[in-house]
């Protein structure tokens, strides 16, 4: 069951590894690896938080808005980035034995995309998030982006 405190292991900074393919939609497009740094700020008693990555090498940063919705129990997750300042269609979804997916709609390139978020291997220090898209009603996936979180040592 998914509660208001799922996001709460993501308190605090971490030391980012970011593996991204070129093209979005062609798993054969080559992966771009870059590092980052992050921190995670709770809001609401653990209902809400927002991040910040920071993307130096890359010339953004992200902002991430998550949201609990008490009715539904599923959060939403809100990302933007420094490059267009516009908030994306939001990621819906929830935790389940540990690994959160998320789902939602949105444009890449002009073509319409089913999103997917997955959080997995959650410990006090280390953390993984994946995007994936499907262009044809979640019969295949494109995972296309991989974030590798580890715990910042001033963050123990």
Known sequence: MSSPHDFDFFFGGWDVRNR???DFLDPESGWQEFTATHRC???FDGAANIDEIDCSSQGFKGLTLRLFDRETEDWSLNWS???TGKLFPPV???FTD???EFYGDDTHDGKDVRVRFVWSGIS???A???QAFS???EKTWVTNWVMEFTRRPTDS
């Open 135 to 137: 262009v044809d009603g």
């Open 124 to 126: 006090e220090r280390t």
């Open 81 to 83: 980035s420094s490059r």
């Open 41 to 43: 700020w709770s809001l």
């Open 98 to 100: 540990g690994r959160g």
């Open 20 to 22: 991204r393919l070129a």
């Open 128 to 130: 993984r998030w994946e």
């Open 92 to 94: 819906i979804g929830r």
